[in-house]
């Protein structure tokens, strides 16, 4: 047997096939790149990094935004309307005419119409208790802090909306004013009484 | 195997990379939705569906509707258009204006100037939106389906194939419960050439009794059964039928914006 034929044969049983290590080609790395690049821009252009609010064919927050029905200031007031009646408007009515023993009238009230922001923002956040005499009656009621659970944004918006709906006209409430008075009432104000709210600084 | 922990970890990193894609990523995105507000009103969205409504749905995904049925819109843009609310003090001049200037057709920037040189004639102008596509021109839907419709769907339903129409709004299209048990029963002696096949077996053919079932069927004039017999639905056609009633993704959302 020559040494020709030997090569040629099959491989026995305990033989094991291996590969070498060979480097990847740059074309492939860089093609890959690129593909994830261009991936990640389709991904951005499509979905506003992945805003839930976004949906194809809007691209962006911003796009979406000048596409509501109402947008800019009428929108606060839109939500200063909805958040008042989801949390106000069951007691002070949808009018703001209030109810007869329920709660007093927030149009043409002298708390809601007062010229400084503070004793009003001071009533949904701590609460009321006994007698007070909104314009010229008495009310014996207790109300509930019922704006300690709102965020600054949706209580300035509430009280931007009662001082500027059914015919009140005063200046709006900031966010910031609802912080400021927050932070200077702690986390369990004592609900304030009739007497007390009149001597308060507007 | 000589490179068992190479192929291991590359099989690993393959799985992990689609798990992140599918199952964390969309989790991280709309894991945390919650009912959100209707557009300028103080309504939420989406409402629980009622009890009957809610085991409808699972009559509806075992008898396969979602294989001929898709419940998602599309929707390829907005057009707006602008309405006169109020005429003003001058009603002659913001008339004349009006007939100057483009109300319907427009872009949402073209119509909030329009809205704003109507202002300026004394009258007061809104601007309406409403969505447009092919689904919305078919009449499926007033806007795109968006993730929170189906907060409430156990199993949602979304389908991904159309022998039948979009059933996202059905509820609001055929709003009677009789007309969606008649269909179900007979649906080309509801619709002319329908080609869904009838779902007889969620009904009852019985003779009539003493008197007849207040919950029979009652057909169009043309489709007749034989004399002196009704057709009773069973529960799963019930609360299929209010299942199907409950379909209505047509509220205004701040995701989703149209007039209402």
Known sequence: ?202 | MKNGFGIFLAAFVALAASWCGFVLAPEKQLGGATETAVLNSSDTYPLQRPGDAALGLQVYRANGCAACHTEQVRQDGIVASVVLVKPGKNPEAVTNLMSTLKLAGLSKEDADAAAAKIKTAGGAAEVHIAATGPDIARGWGMRQSVAVDYLYDDVVQPGNLRAGPDLANIGVREPDANWQLTHLYAPAGVVKGSPMPPFRYLFELRKIGDAPSPDALRFAAGYSLPAGYEVIPTPEAKELAAYLLSLRANAPLHSAPISP
């Open chain 1, 1 to 202: 047997m020559s040494d020709e034929t030997k090569t040629a044969n099959p491989p026995g049983p305990e033989f094991e096939p291996s590969a070498e290590r060979s480097d990847v080609p740059i074309l492939v790395v860089v093609i890959t790149l690129v593909l994830l690049f261009l991936g990640a821009v389709y991904f951005d252009y499509k979905s506003a990094w992945f805003n839930k609010e976004v949906y194809s064919p809007y691209t962006s927050a911003e796009q979406l935004e000048a596409a509501q029905p109402i947008s800019g200031a009428a929108a606060a007031a839109a939500h200063g309307k909805q958040v008042y009646e989801l949390v106000c408007g069951v007691c002070h009515n949808t009018d703001g005419q209030g109810k007869p023993n329920q709660a007093p009238p927030l149009a043409g009230s002298e708390y809601v119409l007062a010229k400084g922001h503070d004793r009003l923002i001071h009533i949904p956040l701590a609460g009321l208790s006994g007698s007070m005499s909104v314009e010229g009656k008495d009310w014996n009621l207790n109300m509930a802090p019922m704006g300690a659970a709102l965020s600054d944004a949706d209580l300035a918006a509430v009280l931007t909306y009662i001082r500027s709906s059914w015919g009140n006209k005063a200046d709006e409430v900031t966010a910031d004013d609802v912080k400021a008075v927050r932070a200077k009432l702690g986390s369990r104000p004592q609900p304030l009484t009739g007497e007390q709210l009149k001597s308060m600084p507007e």
